[in-house]
T-cell receptor
């Protein structure tokens, strides 16, 4: 067990509302990641963090922001949710920096109506 | 940029059949290669990995060999079980970001094993 928890696990919201997903790790890992999973697209990287207050954009960062004020927490925010952001969101931490292997959380299913 | 291409499913097999899921990649340098498995309603779990050419990763009866000459990492299992039904993702890490850039994933292959 890699010690990653995501919350909430399920959320339904309406277009235009703000949403924050939380990823919490107990492993004291430096690197954390947010991915989204969609049918026909696999997993795509949204944002990642390489330390407290150090973040960078991934492949599909438009419409998302992140924050990391503590090593253990990495927050993903949708400032104004749209239906195209309906997805399953996965947080991950680096399991082995030499190989790049990641450990994943159980996912947060977001539905934007 | 980096990319991973894998056969999309669903792939439907009978129990005890031989399984091959093809995966090819494009990357700079010498990537590490992975297969992840996702069971219904769960997150991704690492199934196996290989970090250099000709390495063979294996786990739970699954195998994949890192073939640099064909840029491939095909997943195989000799005799599948109903419990192997899941979505399988091929992925790579190219290390160019010092390990910080995460993994590049294929689109996933949905495997269905019928009794």
């Amino acid at each position: 067990d890699a010690g990653i928890t995501q919350s909430p696990r399920h959320k339904v919201t309406e277009t235009g509302t703000p949403v924050t997903l939380r990823c919490h790790q107990t492993e004291n890992h430096r690197y954390m990641y947010w991915y989204r999973q969609d049918p026909g697209h696999g997993l795509r990287l949204i944002h990642y963090s390489y330390g407290v207050k150090d973040t960078d954009k991934g492949e599909v960062s438009d419409g998302y922001s992140v924050s990391r004020s503590k090593t253990e927490d990495f927050l993903l925010t949708l400032e104004s949710a749209t239906s195209s952001q309906t997805s399953v969101y996965f947080c991950a931490i680096t399991g082995d920096r030499n190989t790049g292997e990641l450990f994943f959380g159980e996912g947060s299913r977001l539905t934007v109506l | 940029g980096n990319s991973v291409t894998q056969m999309e499913g669903p792939v439907t097999l009978s129990e005890e059949a031989f399984l091959t899921i093809n995966c090819t990649y494009t990357a700079t340098g010498y990537p590490s290669l992975f297969w992840y498995v996702q069971y219904p309603g769960e997150g991704l779990q690492l199934l196996l990995k290989a970090t250099k050419a000709d390495d063979k990763g294996s786990n739970k009866g699954f195998e994949a060999t890192y073939r640099k000459e064909t840029t491939s990492f095909h997943l195989e299992k000799g005799s599948v079980q109903v419990s192997d039904s899941a979505v399988y993702f091929c992925a790579l890490s190219d290390h160019s970001g010092g390990g910080a850039d995460g993994l590049t994933f294929g689109k996933g292959t949905h495997l269905i094993i019928q009794p």
